[in-house]
């Protein structure tokens, strides 16, 4: 393939849903940037046609749902794949362990198409560990379907080293072809007096506080307890700090955190904004003092990266896949995944005085500009493309374990 081939790809997830959390949000950056290099990206999905997140796709989608249950078995999405997707040049898979990924293999094995699948950390062993009867049920269907997707695959698309060396872990039979994809995101789409506006046009009572923000779905194991616990026990070292809890907040777990917060004595010092997107998610980073996410497990972390591009340091754990790159930036601070080391992580934050807070600022925008910016992905993207021959029908290389 020459690099100025132009290639029509196909991306497939379950669900094109914002509330999903990261994954679609890096498919539309991806196609945005593969749109730009001039190559053509359509997306197809088990959501059901007329859902209103569709209209914020760009680029040509096919809802080919509603998938039945959690595993989203959709005949529509079945006959579309096996009649249209040897059409495209590339197939890439976004996510497991649900229907759109096995339709993927069934149309596409042994041909001349090859597709290639980003697990999205959903083989990360923390799953295992938590989960012992979720993953005890997927063992019922590993060995003629996930297994088999990822072993046919051209190759699987990793966001990190630590991701594909901990994919390995999930369960013992496991074969396939492996690629580490250094994953980014697009650059703010608004600036910071922009953001800002939008922000505090919606909070006005923030404006003028020092904000510590958690930015996330509502999930266990993101750790918002532990933010909640912490920034209880440290809020007394300043009246003006306030911490925002940012996403979608209609679930068992943020309703439990709600309660967690009442009791731990942070009415007026804690605001939940629910799920927001667009300039006033952007104007809550760009106005965070600090981003703090102490998840038990994430591939990459997509608004983490986001937070660095607006110049905010964070307070993440190593379950983070990409904490190395941040910490020997000094773009923040990283520690075990555990309440007292969140707690330590932010007494050193806040102790830290002006001019070593705003060098970590500064440190942020240069880590995200070495590392994490969304043109190094579509690079090495194209690069594992070109080494797979996609676009010329000729097979790639076979699977090692």
């Not at 996403?247 to 309660?259: E, H, I, T």
């Not at 009442?262 to 667009?278: K, Q």
């Not at 497990?297 to 607006?310: K, R, S």
């Amino acid at each position: 393939m020459s690099s100025d081939r132009v290639l029509k790809i196909l991306h497939t997830i379950a669900s094109a849903d914002p509330k999903g959390g990261g994954p679609i949000e890096a498919v539309k950056s991806i196609a945005k940037a593969m749109y730009a290099r001039g190559h053509s990206v359509e997306l197809a999905t088990l959501d059901a046609p007329g859902n209103g997140f569709l209209n914020d796709i760009h680029e040509p989608v096919y809802a080919l749902g509603p998938g039945r249950g959690k595993y989203g078995y959709s005949s529509r999405f079945q006959n579309w794949i096996q009649t249209h997707a040897r059409e495209y040049d590339v197939v890439v898979v976004n996510g497991i362990w649900q229907f759109n990924s096995f339709s993927v293999w069934r149309a596409l094995r042994g041909s001349e198409t090859p597709y290639f699948v980003f697990t999205h950390g959903m083989l990360d062993p923390w799953f295992k560990r938590h989960y012992p009867l979720k993953h005890l049920k997927k063992w019922l269907y590993w060995p003629w379907a996930e297994y088999r997707v990822l072993r046919d695959s051209a190759a699987v698309l990793f966001t990190a080293e630590d991701e594909r060396i901990l994919a390995r872990e999930s369960f013992w039979l496991y074969r396939c072809t492996e690629r580490v994809v250094q994953y980014g995101v697009e650059p703010p789409p608004v600036d910071m007096a922009q953001g800002k506006a939008a922000f505090f046009n919606k909070f006005p009572e923030l404006e003028h506080r020092r904000l510590w923000l958690f930015l996330a779905r509502m999930h266990p194991k993101k750790c918002g307890d532990y933010v909640i616990r912490a920034f209880a026990e440290l809020k007394n070292s300043d009246p003006s700090l306030h911490l925002v809890m940012a996403g979608p907040d209609d679930s068992d777990c943020a309703r439990d955190w709600k309660l967690l917060a009442e009791n731990s004595g942070l009415r007026g010092r804690i605001t939940w904004t629910g799920m927001i997107a667009g300039p006033v998610k952007w104007g809550a980073l760009y106005a965070a003092e600090l981003f703090v996410l102490p998840s038990h497990q994430e591939n990459f972390g997509i608004a983490v990266v986001e937070a660095l591009a607006c110049g905010v340091p964070v307070v993440i754990s190593k379950r983070i896949n990409i904490w190395r790159e941040i910490v020997s930036a000094n773009a923040g601070i990283a520690g075990d995944d555990t309440l007292a080391a969140t707690t330590a992580a932010l007494r050193e934050f806040d102790s830290l005085d002006t001019e070593a807070r705003l060098a970590m600022k500064q440190n942020a925008m240069r880590c995200f500009d070495k590392h994490f910016v969304i043109s190094r992905t579509v690079d090495r993207l194209l690069e594992i493309f070109r080494e797979f021959k996609v676009g010329t029908g000729i097979s790639g290389a076979s699977a090692t374990t």
